[in-house]
């Protein structure tokens, strides 16, 4: 269980923002159905394009799924009758929720290790999203029945709840710890909202006086989410684009990552025979590589690929991120990117900077792309 190191609650007042639909972006949608599934939904994924999401097999028989370099794993928290991971980070780390005993509960999942996540006073609650930081932002019911948003920084919770509201919810947080979330207003309107680190807070409607829930925020500020209509919408930099897949019944975004890949679910099918299929939309245009192969110059290497050095020393990568020599751990060193410049070997690290391998050791290379 985390570790309860205090509770507080932060009151927002919301300055109102307003967006219009416009085409501006367009994608190369891929369907992600879980093998064997009737229904996939995928809910995240983080900056190496692992995702992670549910299927179901059946009425009772749900499951959670990480797809990690093409292959499926399935998740499920030990005992629990229903496993939904929500979010991913760069270091593999995942939130979700889980049922047991008729009792929805968050969970972390990190390194094969599951800590379950509850606010004090929860009822039901759920782990939505986690950033590099390790902050986790979610949502739960308490005894009265009001559903709220949550922020968890290393053991201590902070409840968020907007002013005037009736009820709440945290749906994304990026590495910063910018939050988008999700309000009631004093008419029973839905209205999506950003907080940013320092507290200020702003109302998100993508069609004024509509429906609008922000469902992910990436490190560069984009927001994706649904508006009224079963439309789903991703808000870049002032500008609002369509996500829909084309012959879907309706599309739900709610994943980005920095690059701008989009993941989430649609409905396919007929009345009485509907489908739900996960997907990864990729930016029309986009010209770095998400493949999980290496790069052909070798400048980006996944946990299955290897780089060797001047020494004739083979770098590769472990399923935690840890940062291999020859196989060991080299001097404690985690991170998601692994760079050949030079005849020198730089690691992205957790910290998101660059690291530089000298003389046995890791020394800071600063917070831009050797060679960029």
């Given amino acids: 269980m ?154 201590r919770f902070v409840i968020i709840d907007v002013t005037g509201s009736a009820e709440g919810g945290l749906f994304g947080i990026n590495r910063s710890g910018r939050v988008v979330g999700r309000y009631g207003d004093a008419l029973g309107r839905l209205h999506g909202f950003r907080l940013e680190a320092s507290g200020a807070g702003v109302a998100l409607d993508v069609t004024p006086g509509t429906f609008t829930q922000p469902n992910a925020i990436s490190e560069r500020g984009e927001i994706v989410g649904e508006a009224s209509g ?29 690059r701008g890949q989009i993941v989430g679910r649609y409905v396919d099918g007929t009345p009485g025979n509907f489908r739900e299929h996960g997907f990864i939309a990729t930016p029309d245009g986009l010209t770095v590589d998400v493949s999980m192969n290496p790069s052909a110059d070798g400048t980006r290497v996944p946990e299955t690929a290897f780089i060797v050095d001047g020494d004739l020393a083979v770098w590769t990568m472990g399923t935690g991120q840890e940062i291999l020599r020859n196989g060991v751990q080299a001097a404690n060193g985690y991170g998601s990117r692994i ?34």
């Fill in 339 to 372: 760079l050949y410049r030079l005849g020198e070997v730089y690691v992205l690290g957790d910290d998101n900077t660059w690291w530089r391998w000298t003389s046995g050791t890791w020394t800071s290379a600063g917070a831009n792309e050797p060679g960029r």
């Fill in 2 to 155: 985390a570790r309860f190191l205090g509770l507080c609650a932060l009151a927002l007042w919301l300055g109102a923002s307003t967006a219009r639909f416009a085409a501006s972006q367009t994608f190369t949608y891929t369907t992600i159905d879980a093998p064997g599934a009737r229904n996939t939904t995928v809910l995240g994924v983080n900056d190496r394009s692992q995702i992670v999401g549910a299927f179901d097999n059946g009425p009772t028989d749900y499951h959670g799924f990480l797809q990690s370099g093409g292959q499926f794993t399935t998740i499920d928290v030990p005992g629990g009758t229903l496993t939904t991971p929500a979010g991913i980070n760069n270091k593999g780390q995942i939130v979700g929720g889980y049922m047991l005993n008729d009792r929805l509960h968050g969970f972390l999942l990190d390194r094969g290790q599951f800590t379950t996540i509850d606010p004090p006073g929860a009822v039901n609650g759920s782990a939505l999203s986690i950033n590099d930081a390790g902050q986790i932002a979610g949502q739960y019911v308490d005894a009265a029945g009001v559903q709220r948003g949550f922020l968890l920084t290393h053991g």
């Fill in 230 to 258: 079963s439309r789903g919408f991703l808000l870049s930099f002032g500008r609002v684009a369509l996500v829909n897949v084309t012959g879907s019944q309706s599309t739900l975004p709610i994943g980005i990552n920095r």
